[in-house]
């Protein structure tokens, strides 16, 4: 098989935060980093005292949490005011990130209508870093919703 | 007009489920262009309405009254002007509507459709 092209890296990739669903506020201004965990199929093994390998049982998917780094300010209307009132209220928080940006037709992944933040909203450093400060916002979902832009 | 069937779930307000069979208007002629390139979504050629199972006495009427006679332009057509035109109350005409829509709605779509409709 000849080798593929047109693989996109993450330098234009777009994440935005909604809390209702349906106003998206683009944050790839404040946003450095997108990770997940969670989300992977629940699976369970067993053994027999016959056969040298395990019996395989496959369940349910758990909740996924998507976890983003962001530059820390403090206007009023800025994202880790707007995080820090969410998180503290336990208000609806979406998140949603584009890997290749959000043009027509490429793909955003979204979190559940019910997400919300479950972490602490705090900016954290250390004294040898002349780093921009950052904080995480990490949101926990139900599932995370693929579709594509239009 | 042309008739799509939505193959990815399309993110706008409201979204587009995937399934979703539509005219797709309220998308700019250019995103429904790009979108049926990169396969999110597919035009429909359907079938005339009188080779459907049961729609044979339907069709007939529907052709007579209204001069329509493809899934397309039953689908496209306002429940209301459609109803008067053919004497009928315009949930009898909603529901043949939606017969059809099932008709050129592929099953595993379907049922994802309806999981999503239950949540």
């Known amino acids: 098989m000849a080798q593929i092209t047109g693989v996109e890296s993450w330098v234009d990739a777009s994440v935005w935060y909604s809390t209702n669903d349906t106003d998206w506020t683009d944050i790839s201004g404040y946003c450095a980093g997108v990770s997940i ?32 780094n962001a530059a820390y300010t403090e206007g009023a209307a800025d994202l ?40 602490e909203i705090v900016p954290v450093g250390t004294a040898d870093s002349a780093d921009p400060a950052f904080f995480e916002i990490t949101v926990r979902s139900r599932e995370l919703i693929k579709g594509s832009a239009t | 007009m042309k008739l799509y069937r939505v193959l990815d779930r399309l993110e706008c307000r409201p979204p587009f489920l995937k399934g979703h069979i539509g005219t797709l208007l309220k998308l700019k002629e250019r995103s429904r262009q790009i979108l049926e390139e990169k396969g999110r979504i597919a035009q429909i050629h359907a079938p005339p309405l009188a080779i459907l199972p049961g729609w044979r006495y339907r069709a007939r009427r529907l052709r007579k009254k209204t001069g329509i006679d493809s899934a397309e332009g039953l689908l496209m057509a306002d429940v209301d002007k459609l109803a008067e035109r053919l004497q009928l109350s315009s949930s009898i005409v909603g529901q043949w509507q939606d017969d059809v829509r099932n008709w050129l709605t592929v099953a595993h779509n379907r049922r994802q459709s309806w999981h999503r409709l239950r949540e």
């Open chain 1, 80 to 119: 880790f005011a707007v995080a820090r009132t969410a998180a503290e209220d336990k208000t609806q928080f979406q998140l949603r990130f584009s890997p290749e940006g959000g043009d027509t037709a490429e793909f955003i992944f979204s979190t559940y209508s019910d997400s919300r933040i479950i972490n």
């Open chain 1, 37 to 68: 965990s969670g989300g992977g199929r629940i699976t369970g093994e067993a053994y027999t005292f016959e056969g040298d390998k395990a019996i395989l049982g496959f369940g349910k998917r758990p909740p996924v949490e998507l976890t983003i």
